[in-house]
């Protein structure tokens, strides 16, 4: 069976990514770092060879305010670790 993945030019491959990063809420906490191209840019690639394009989409659209990426998302670690450093920055910001 062909997935989603088969009909998107590779540089196009990763944009359930970006889906992901706004669902999440993390678009201005990935984009505040120093190295936020070469993160997303690795994180893209990830998800263009998941291979789960469909389950992702799925999930995507069951889930409007999500707490953090689903368990098969090859990016969930990387959602916590961001979650983790937006949530010590604003602490920070607040003390």
């Known amino acids: 069976m ?3 993945r088969h009909f ?3 540089p ?3 944009w359930l990514f970006n889906v992901m990063v706004d669902k999440l809420g993390m678009r201005a906490g990935l984009e505040s770092r120093s ?3 070469a993160v ?3 994180a893209q690639a990830r ?3 998941c291979g789960r394009e469909d389950t992702c989409q799925v999930w995507l659209s069951e ?3 999500p707490d953090e990426a689903p368990y098969f998302c090859k990016n969930h670690d990387l959602f916590e670790r961001l979650k983790h450093d937006i949530e010590v920055e604003a ?3 607040t003390a």
């Open 12 to 14: 196009e491959k990763g």
């Open 63 to 65: 889930n409007d305010t």
């Open 35 to 37: 190295s936020s191209e």
């Open 2 to 4: 062909l997935s989603f």
């Open 47 to 49: 998800c263009a060879d």
């Open 40 to 42: 997303a840019k690795r």
């Open 91 to 93: 602490a920070l910001q």
């Open 8 to 10: 998107f030019p590779a």
